[in-house]
């Protein structure tokens, strides 16, 4: 009974980790789509694309992912110097 019930468990804690991942990687494409400026059917194609590739972004730690994102929308508001800097550190606290 402990095993089932410790088997349950994992198998719980793995479903959220894996949909915490997918979230995390819905938000990157989002970003990535919209730095883009994609619309209508090419924004669906590369959010497809993107959602479905195991590429290198997959294998980053959630930190990372939120620099590609916040390093992108710095990059699609042309931010540069102190006005870059305040928005990497409001971005990547969170705020």
């Known amino acids: ?29 989002n970003a990535d789509a919209k730095t883009k400026a994609l619309t209508g059917d090419e924004r669906k194609a590369f959010m497809k694309s993107c959602l479905s590739s195991d590429s290198a972004d997959s294998g980053l730690t959630k930190q990372q992912n939120k620099m590609k994102t916040c390093n992108a929308d710095a990059k699609a508001k042309a931010l540069t110097g102190d006005e870059r800097k305040a928005f990497m550190k409001s971005c990547l606290s969170g705020s």
């Open 1 to 29: 009974m402990k095993k089932l019930l410790l088997a349950l468990l994992l198998s719980c804690v793995c479903m959220s980790v894996s949909a915490g991942q997918q979230q995390e990687k819905m938000k990157t494409c």
